[in-house]
Every structure is written in structure tokens, then in C-alpha cells.
């Protein structure tokens, strides 16, 4: 556009105007131009910062469309004080931000390579869906101030637009809800191979467990570990929170929690406390996000003696339930 016909174009007229573009761009983008002309809207170009100049006669002005791309810093302070009033002139804001190089089916007119993103959302839009947001605010300017303004879109065609993206979008949400279960199912199944599959029965000892998650995966983990002839050591933990996180540092737990060490030919079992301050050493130097935080409860079985000594770290003292006597 010649400089000439530019400064034609930003005259703002002194009938009402359609729409008002606000930009800092040289022109209008042609989508939006020819989406414009086949509507048969009255439209003018404005510099952002020019707004001020026309504020009092936002009463000739059915909608604003604001092109945000290439704002400075002092610019974008200016925008909220213009959106504020524009609202309080009962006239509806279209941000537009970047443009995006993929094309989007248009139901009623041309397709264009190019789409737009509204400002606030992630998603593209055609077209179509801002001559929509258009028409539903000359819709409200004509109802709050009785101006008249060009009709929407036919109600049934609006309909098919977005009964056709609302099947769209229903369709990508089953699918991710689908992908995300099938995902969780296998999460659980690879949680549950870290927990024993043979638990170390003898004539002095018989072990039975239960581990039933609420979700897919869970966040409580237990082991039963044979450290040698004469020593059985297990524990059970539960990790603060539910879902993935909590069971990712099931999986940590286990890793962490070292019953003995080895050192040449000999080795040493660590005690219960040493076995929960060792882990609890650990985890604070993992320095986990979310301050995630864990119980547990660590016994060590001496098979042959029957002693049994534990220790806890912030978890529930365990149960001792003995034949006809009450649980301690």
C-alpha cells in the first residue's frame, strides 16, 4: 500500500465504523482485509498510538481488532489502559498476536496459508472463527447501544463450524485420555515388578502382603529382603501425594534403601537407624521439587533369635497382634 493510500485508509470516517484495526504494521494482513470486503464491513486502520486521539467518538466504532505484533515495552503498557476503555464503551476487543504458517480449512471462504492466534490462548483460529468473534461483538454493540450493524454468519452455519471443531475436539480428548490410561496401566505394571515376587518363607518366618493401589500407579512401596542366614530386613514406605510423581519416587526408594554394605569378602548389615539415616541422607541430597517428602518404617528379623528391631521415620509405629490378646 502506497504511503498516500495509507493515510486515506486511517481517516477515520464520521459514519459508524465496523471495525477499527489498531496496528503498528504497515497495513492490514489481506486475510482480514478481504474477510472484511466480502463481509461488506466499513473498516479503518489505526496506529495503536493514535487511540487516544479518537476516544471520544467510540460511540461511532462497532468493534476493535488490536494487532499486537511488534509492540514495545511502553506500547504494551498503553494496551490495558485502551482495552479498559473500550469495555467501558461497551465495544468488543479482538487481540491478535503472532501469525501462524499453517493452514486451517475455512467452511465459507477461501483458505488462507496463514492463521492467527488469539491473544490469551494457545490455539490457531481461521477465518472463519474470527468473522465469528466479529460478528458476535457487533452483535452486543448493536444490542447495548441500538446501533445497527451487519448480521452475523446464518445461525446454521455457525452451528455446522463449531459442531464440526467441537467433534474435533472431543475426538483429540478421548484419544489423549485413552493414550494417557493405556500409559498409567503400564506405569503401574512396571511399579508393581519392583516389589518382591518370592517372598523368603522359612520354618521360623511365613510372609504374606497385600498391595491393592488406589490408582494405576501408587505411592506406598514395600520389599522383604533375605540379607544373609540369619537376617531378614523389610519395610514399607509411603510417599507423600498420589499419582506419577509420588510413584517415580517409589521407584527411588527402592533404589536408595541399602540393607547391607560389602566390603572385600566381608560385609556389614546396617542397623535400622543406620538403614533410615543413610536413606533419609539420600533423598535430602536429591533435592527433590515439589518438596516432596516420604514415611517409612524399616525392621530387621534376626531369624534365628526371633529378635526384631526397627526404626521409623515419620511413619506409624507398626502392629504387633499376637493369638488372643489385643494388638500392640
Not at 494482513?29 to 486502520?45: D, F, G, H, M
Not at 515495552?73 to 464503551?89: D, G, H
Request: hydrophobic share 40%; proline share 5%.
Amino acid at each position: 500500500m502506497e504511503k498516500a493510500e495509507l493515510l486515506t485508509a486511517i481517516e477515520l470516517s464520521k459514519n459508524f465504523t465496523d471495525v477499527l484495526y489498531m496496528t503498528n504494521q504497515e497495513q492490514m494482513p489481506a486475510e482480514v482485509k478481504r474477510l472484511l470486503k466480502q463481509r461488506k464491513l466499513t473498516y479503518s486502520i489505526r496506529p495503536i498510538d493514535e487511540f487516544f486521539q479518537i476516544r471520544e467518538r467510540l460511540d461511532l466504532i462497532g468493534t476493535v481488532i488490536i494487532d499486537t505484533k511488534g509492540l514495545d515495552k511502553s506500547q504494551q503498557q498503553k494496551l490495558a489502559r485502551i482495552i479498559q476503555a473500550l469495555e467501558i464503551n461497551n465495544i468488543g476487543v479482538i487481540l491478535l498476536s503472532s501469525r501462524l504458517e499453517v493452514p486451517i480449512k475455512s467452511f465459507s471462504l477461501t483458505p488462507a496459508k496463514t492463521s492467527f492466534s488469539m491473544a490469551g490462548t494457545m490455539e490457531s483460529v481461521s477465518i472463519d472463527e474470527l468473522w465469528v468473534r466479529i460478528s458476535v461483538n457487533l452483535a452486543y454493540r448493536k444490542k447495548s447501544s441500538g446501533l445497527a450493524v451487519k448480521p452475523a454468519l446464518p445461525p446454521r452455519q455457525v452451528q455446522t463450524i463449531y459442531r464440526n471443531k467441537l467433534a474435533e475436539q472431543l475426538s483429540m480428548t478421548g484419544a489423549m485420555v485413552d493414550n494417557l490410561s493405556e500409559q498409567l496401566r503400564l506405569a503401574g505394571l512396571v511399579q508393581q515388578d519392583f516389589l518382591p515376587t518370592q517372598l523368603p518363607n522359612c520354618s521360623e518366618a511365613r510372609w504374606a502382603t497385600v498391595f491393592i493401589p488406589a490408582e494405576w500407579v501408587s505411592g506406598d512401596i514395600y520389599d522383604i529382603v533375605r540379607i544373609d542366614e540369619q537376617h531378614i530386613g523389610f519395610y514399607v514406605a509411603d510417599v507423600v501425594g498420589h499419582g506419577m510423581p509420588a510413584a517415580l519416587l517409589t521407584i527411588f526408594l527402592k533404589q536408595a534403601l541399602v540393607m547391607r554394605e560389602t566390603i572385600d569378602n566381608n560385609y556389614h548389615i546396617f542397623s535400622p537407624a543406620e538403614v533410615m539415616k543413610n536413606l533419609n541422607v539420600r533423598m535430602a541430597g536429591q533435592k527433590l521439587s515439589g518438596y516432596q517428602f516420604a514415611t517409612c518404617c524399616y525392621c530387621l528379623l534376626n531369624i534365628k533369635t526371633l529378635q526384631l528391631t526397627y526404626a521409623r521415620g515419620g511413619h506409624p509405629y507398626p502392629l504387633l497382634i499376637k493369638p488372643n490378646s489385643q494388638p500392640e
